[in-house]
């Protein structure tokens, strides 16, 4: 039954003239991101967005909603979720080829529809930007929107692809994840919860058209993962507001996991600053502004009597692992570098600044001689106050305040000893607090 081997078969390709091989096709390959964001794309309906809706994008400020009078009545959080997964596999290490692929067809124009002309990825923009002014959708959009700017080859037409108005109503969502005012609980408690202040999670600030807690917590995770994947280097004003944001997320919580995440995202804003002088400016920003965490004075009051609130100790601790990691991760930040600014000489304005300014007219000479008696008269009696007022050890009121001279010398850029000096400058004059500022 056995027939013998069967014959051999040349299964290479016809190669063409002198036994070339020919040139490889640049179209996709079968199941490949190029073809996942073509199936992505197909239910959004590109060709529905008119270029005026680019336009009111690209001159559109902080605006507290995005219309941009494009219908998105026909797209779901599903398709949303479709795009965001098909932008994901471009972050995470796919082919310079893929990508490649994947922005010269988003480059290309739809080629009907109102948006004939339109590049596909203004177009896409466009209708990611109006899906964040609707709060049934502004959790996906957010995360497909942070899936698009982490894709690699998105540095190379970053002004395009970053918009500063859907960058900042995604940061506005995560609001809700802040936690209220904390008070005063207005009979004492029993057994050893004297004075304890009482979380009013209850009074958590709510905004217009804000999501839910469960969406902003994905929101904020998707916020840290673009963070530590790709940075704000490009953009020194996004990069300053989201400091703002998640410090804030981090000093007042709503919760430990939220406190964590957005510590996170700080550290990733961090390492993905760019070079030496940036991570030591964006170091710098980090411990500013979770410096009222440090200290325990994120509330309005620090009249609590008895023990610290728990929710400033929890948030204490999560700022304190934030300025380890970062000196573990940075430790060049230990050593000082001269602090080179152009803008200083120019604030000090040389010797001349401290001068008083002269004015400019006419004087007769008798005028002159008054003018130089009366001043005399008053150095003199400046004098008489002065001491007056040294010898009583307090300063009066009508004292003549005396212009301090810049100190002389190269400033240093030195972040650990400013830490370590506001520390000791801003601690509340309490013991529970000072005693948490020295440990």
Partial sequence: HFAGPAP?????????PRGAMPPKSRSSVAGGPLDALQSACKPLKLETVSPEAWQVLRSSEAA??????????????GHLQALATAFEPLALGSSAEAAEQVWEWLGQSVGEGKAKGMPRARALLSILAQALGRPDLLAVAGASYLALLAAEG?????????QPACFRQILRALRGLRRGDLKQKKEKAEAGDDGEAEDAGAEEEVDSGIISSVHARELLNKVAWFCAVRGLASSSEAAALAVDELATLVSRPADDAVAREAASGLVGLVARAGGPGEMRRAASAVLRATMPA???????????SGAIPRPLQQARATALNLACGLVRNHPELLNPSPWTDSQDDDAAGGDDADQPPKKR???????GKKDDESDEEVTQAAHEIAEVVAADGAFAEGEKKVRRRRPRGQANDDPIVALLELICVLTPDRSEWRSYSTD
């Fill in 154 to 162: 998105s540095e190379k037409q970053w002004t395009a692809l970053f």
């Fill in 64 to 77: 507290f909603s995005l219309d941009l009078e494009v219908d998105v009545d026909h797209i779901t959080a």
């Fill in 361 to 367: 007219g006419r004087k007769d000479k008798g005028e």
């Fill in 8 to 16: 051999e078969t040349n299964s290479e390709p016809p190669r063409g």
């Fill in 294 to 304: 440090l200290l325990m004075t994120q509330e309005r009051y620090t009249s609590f």
